[in-house]
């Protein structure tokens, strides 16, 4: 046993001998004793030890035994401690009756016999360790229910004690709270936390007494009609009730329709998204096929909306967006749902009998207010947009189906010109299908190995010799034959397969051009086309370089041939490319010269070394003499420019006459030869010269 939990024996006596004697009969080792020679003395001691038991002489002076005993027992630290008074007054019964009149538990006189003594400690001792060990009990008690009690009164969930009836027995501070009433006020009332439903659920858990665990309710408050709550509830065991938890969840379940709201709202434009304008076009369709009542869809798009971001930055293309979607907000019905469908696509959704021209109403004044300029970060924005229309149910009956014909509408309304509507026809969907099944075919097509390329000499006016060579893309098609590029190439485009195939054709050009080093003349140059989207690829010159590295070509043999209309669309950029081309060793050509802007004034600002004057403008040439004084007049712009002129498309002698006359200095024809496979362009390099020439 620790020391401090020893019971403590407090004796009392004047004579310092007597407290010997009594501490010497006493100690068992398992005693602790205090010592003092006065009734004050152990007074003091009382009031500040916790002491089991007193023995105490009742003769002393000032404060004697049975005085200190009166004392004790009106003070509440001291009253319940035992004492045992011991006396030299031999049996004087009234001295005893004093003593236990003062309220001792005993008067032992003197001489004491150390065996009744130490009976009569021991005896107190016990009922001491007794009344100790309750004590703990009652205070580890305490302790527990004040620390539930802590736990009920904090805890933010409700928290009733219901009987069989659902009147309630206990409620905590916080489910008072949430039931809109006081404790007190609470109890004994039913706890209406149930739907119909909900109550049978519990009534029949309660009579198989199975707990019901966490699910969503209603409790019935004094201040809202129905509080949302999570609850949960079990029988008590050994108790005829039930306890039953519930918690607010009205945050949660605003937060989870904000949530529901976010998932089907666009966050730049607050418009619907793509998934929210799918939901509203589906109840829309269905409504429209009960009620027979039509129902239109306007796809739009921006036109061009990558410039701005290009130029002006992502942020102003995001307020360009968000003021474009309040112009269009501001033109519909309260009714009427708007969605924003891609980056730079949005939809309208408009029901009610509406006839076809009532729509084209809409879409005119959509274009309309459009075309006015937008101010954005100090910067005056001009947007068209393509509009495509599409009706439930003649065009389509489902969303799906609405949203996929308004699309081909809008993708007509672009390829017609831009900022122009195009309502939906059966024939753009046979379109559509049928550039779908071409756009697959050349998916194949790399990979199947059914692209070829077929070159097509040019034929210098000096000597006769090839002095350049056009590498030409062929598709062999395994059913439709040999397919025109005229054809595949805006589909190879569209789809972004154009950069793929283009590596291909660059990669297979140059080996082709060296595999020829030894039959071809160091000058000869080999031509390649670049299509528009390769062209506005930012790493065509890294590409471009690889190539070079691979195959070993020498820069200068290598021409790349953009068209005016791929340059002008960004000159600056263009002639970025163009330089840095030039850097390389490359030799730039502009290709069909004569039929897009012929802006004369551009030439000057590009880095090009071969202008190839068009073969439309070429087959004029013969007979009209307005077109041969242009010609003239281009070539010899194009000379003084420091350019090498290519005719194109040179089918007859009468042509080639002319243009050699003009001074120009390569010819590409049919009159020399179709473009053709490498094979057959050997053999006609090794007959050179192709025209003798005088
Ligand atoms: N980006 C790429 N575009 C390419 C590639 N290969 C071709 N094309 C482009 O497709 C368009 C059609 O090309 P194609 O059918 O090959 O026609 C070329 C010649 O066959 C044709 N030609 C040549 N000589 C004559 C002639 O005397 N008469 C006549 N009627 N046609 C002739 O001209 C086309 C040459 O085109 P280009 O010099 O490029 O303008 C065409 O726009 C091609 O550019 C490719 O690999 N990549």
Known sequence: MLKETLPILLLVDDKPENLESLEAVLDDGKRRFIRVASGQDALRILLNETIALVLMDVDMPELDGIEAVKLMRKNSRTRHIPVLLVTAHGEDEYASLDGLEAG???????????????????????????????????????????????????????????????????????GSRL???????????????????????????????????????????????????????????????????????????????????????????????????????????????????????LYIDLDYFKDVNDTYGHATGDMLLQSFCERLRSQLRTHDALGRIGGDEFAILIEGALSETEISAIAEKLLRIQAQPYVIDGHSLLVSVSIGIANCPEDSTSAGEMLRAADMAMYQA???????????????????????????????????????????????TLDGRIHGIEALLRWHHPTAGTVSPA???????????????????LRTACAQRMAWADILDDSVTMAVNLSARQFSDELICKHIQDVISDTGIPARWLEVEVTESTVIEDIDKGRRILEDLHKLGIRTAMDDFGTGYSALAYLKQLPLDVLKIDRLFVANLANDTKDQAIARAIIGLAHELGMTLVAEGVETHEQYGLLSSMGCELIQGYLFSRPIPAIDFAKLALGQPLMNVR
Not at 438 to 453: G, H
Not at 491 to 504: A, C, K, M, N, T
Request: proline residues 4%; glycine residues 4%; aromatic residues 8%.
């Open 104 to 174: 001792a538990f005993d008067l032992m006189h003197k001489p004491i016999q150390p065996r009744i003594l130490e009976a009569k400690v021991q005896q107190l001792l016990n009922q001491w360790a007794l009344s100790e060990s309750s004590k703990k009990e009652m205070h580890d008690l305490a302790q527990v229910n004040a620390f539930l009690g802590d736990i009920l009164n904090t805890v933010n969930e409700g928290i009733s004690v219901v009987a069989p009836d659902l009147s309630q027995i206990y409620v905590n501070p916080a």
């Open 487 to 505: 054809v595949f190439i805006p589909v190879l485009e569209d789809s972004g397969l154009i950069v793929e195939v283009s590596l291909w054709i």
């Open 179 to 297: 039931q809109g009433l006081t404790q007190s006020e609470v109890k004994g009332k039913i706890l209406h936390c149930w739907s119909d439903l909900q109550m049978d659920m519990l009534l029949g858990a309660y009579r198989s007494q199975h707990a019901i665990h966490s699910h969503a309710a209603r409790i019935i408050s004094a201040k809202e009609a129905a509080l949302p709550v999570q609850l949960s509830c079990a029988p008590l065991p050994q108790q005829q009730g039930w306890v039953v938890a519930y918690q607010d969840i009205t945050a949660a379940l605003t937060l989870q329709e904000e949530l529901a709201q976010l998932i089907v709202t666009d966050t730049l434009t607050g418009a619907l998204n793509r998934n929210g304008f799918f939901q509203a076009v589906s109840t829309a369709v269905s409504r429209s096929l009960r009620h027979s009542q039509s129902l239109y869809l």
């Open 414 to 460: 672009k390829r017609n010109g831009r900022q122009s509507y195009r309502h939906y026809s059966a024939e753009m969907n046979a379109q559509v299908t049928a550039r779908t099944m071409l756009r697959e075919s050349l998916m194949y097509a790399l990979e199947k190995e059914q692209f070829e390329l077929v070159f097509q000499p040019q034929v210098s």
